[in-house]
């Protein structure tokens, strides 16, 4: 896979934003902006190419999305886009283009047809809050802390509610944007940002367990289920039973399925042919 820069090790540790490395299938992206690991225009970039590669990679099985440094990430740059006030137009170019940039990134991890794994060790706030909520899973340690503080600083977290209003309940999701508070990994685990929380020192352990185990199954399979998930979302009960069932059928004739019945069948592991 090309670009690939291992965080432990490398001379370009400094030099990059985004930091990966591709084992078993599995891809993890770091954050390495410390010590914020803000998502500025470039991390934004780097991270849509990344995950445009991903898409195309089909050596890629399963992406985690990690950070290095004590915070997952605070959000957007602030100091970057402070600075182009200074604009002709007081920034709403530069404004429109931040926003966009994420919340395109925002929409892409959702539609990449691989599943995205945040693992998370420190605070993840405003639009690093809204990273974690868009990913498929979430396991972090049991010191993260949560927030989505845009209210205090007079700007509300519009963007990151899309994406954190979807992943929590809507009551919890108005308290953390109304209050603009803190809250700990365990209450984050109760509104459904995350789906585990483990000790610091087994983090990556775990989240490569979850990885792995998910990067064994049929890659069509999983392409299938995650697009499915998202599209019935927003459908009624009768609407996404309908749909479902379409993707039941097709799905039941694709190759991987025929084999991994059969294989279960005659008590077997499956060779998925991805088709």
Partial sequence: MADIVSLHGSEDQAETPLASSLDGGVLRLTLNNPPA????????????????????????????????????????????MTARRADPDRGRAFFEKTMRLCADLMLKIQKLPKPVIAEIDGLATAAGCQLVATCDLAICTDTSTFCTPGVNIGLFCSTPMVALSRAAHRKQAMEMLLTGETVDASTAKDFGIVNRIVPKQYLTQVVNKYAAVIASKSPLTLKIGKEAFYAQASLTDAEAYDYTIKVMVENMLARDAEEGIAAFLDKRHPMWMGE
């Fill in 37 to 80: 690991n803000a998502l500025s225009i470039a991390l934004l970039e780097k991270l849509h190419a990344a995950f445009d590669r991903a898409a195309a990679d089909r050596d890629v099985r399963v992406v985690i999305l990690a950070a290095h440094g004590k915070l997952f990430s605070a959000g957007h740059d602030l100091k970057e």
